[in-house]
């Protein structure tokens, strides 16, 4: 598989002790691995994925790249900004009606001069958001090529088994920088950066907590890691899905509480829809034990600030 560096590695792993007291844990517990450092379009995890799949589309020829997802898509707009430094045009794909303003993720995709589509997904049945957006994708990319371009349709999140390579390598790194971890932490939104944290891994150490953006994240990890031909056993996959309260677009009162706390103890910046989740899950894993003090514990910190200025109920917090 052809790979593209798109940002310096590996990202710091940095203590985050008073955050692990104030949750229960001790001090040396808890580490944030900052992957919402990297260097390209605002940064965020999804560029670890874009380096294998935007190297395999600039491998077959493309001058295009097309994906999709929420109008605050971090996933979309850092294709925009892969497509931006690879000299590459890119469509994104987006369900509903254009909103009257430009905020957050959406400001960020204008300014790196994306087209924006805009598609009614009703038209398409009674099929989930994920799916309709990835038909709408692939009707997206023959309209180009019958127009004369190359496009590559890039996954939902980037997740697939070639993007998932990317969290394959963020687990060495986890390794690397320290030792004996008994658990690592992540959002699971599409599925990809839990599946390369497990192929690394191994499932008995990685905690993914479910954000509610597809129906199914058990099957969608093991699919991913079925096309990693990781051994890894899905059965033993470890998905908390008490976070997604009224579903992927809201933000939830344990979430923003999270957030709230990371950025009050640590000045560490968290994002309402994934991270605040995740760092929800984490406390909540801990007041119930399965998480305990003594735990080497890795947060991954896998970015999406901009989208916290799009998020319709940031006024919220306080």
């Keep these: 598989m052809q790979r593209i560096h798109l940002s310096t590695w590996p990202t710091p792993m940095e203590p985050a002790p008073r955050l692990a007291v104030a949750i229960g844990l001790r001090p040396d517990d808890l580490w944030i691995k900052r992957d919402d450092l990297t260097g390209l379009g605002a940064g965020g995890n999804k560029v670890r994925k874009l380096e ?4 395999a589309a600039l491998a077959e020829g493309a001058d295009v790249l097309v994906t999709t997802g929420a109008p605050q898509s971090n996933h979309a707009r850092l294709t925009a900004a892969a497509a931006a430094r690879a000299g590459l045009r890119s469509v994104l794909v987006f369900p509903g009606p254009p909103p009257t303003e430009s905020r957050g993720n959406l400001l960020l995709d204008t300014l790196l001069g994306t087209e924006i589509r805009w598609a009614d997904t009703a038209e398409l049945g009674d099929c989930d958001m994920a799916t309709a957006l990835a038909t709408i994708a692939r009707q997206t990319a023959e309209d180009l090529r019958v127009n004369g371009h190359r496009p590559a349709v890039i ?6 088994g070639v993007g998932a390579q990317g969290y394959r390598v963020a687990a060495d790194e986890i390794k690397t920088q320290t030792s004996d971890v008994d658990h690592v932490v992540c959002a699971v939104g599409s599925g990809g950066t839990m599946a390369g944290l497990v192929a690394g891994l191994g499932p008995e150490r990685v905690r993914g907590i ?3 953006a597809i129906s199914d994240p058990h099957a969608r990890v093991a699919q991913i890691l079925t096309e990693m031909d990781s051994p890894a056993d899905p059965a033993s996959l470890d998905i908390d899905q008490d976070q ?8 939830t009162s344990p979430a923003a509480q999270a957030l709230t706390l990371a950025a009050r103890i640590e000045g560490l910046i968290l994002d309402p829809t994934y991270t605040g989740r995740a760092l929800a899950g984490l406390i909540a894993q801990v007041a119930r034990g399965a998480v305990q003090p003594g735990d080497r514990t890795v947060f991954l910190a896998s970015g999406g600030l901009p989208g916290l200025f799009g998020h319709p109920e940031s006024h919220t917090l306080s």
């Design 244 to 251: 997604i309260g009224r579903g992927y677009p809201t933000l």
């Design 210 to 212: 479910d954000t509610g």
């Design 52 to 55: 294998w799949t935007v190297g």
């Design 155 to 160: 996954p939902f999140g980037g997740s697939s």
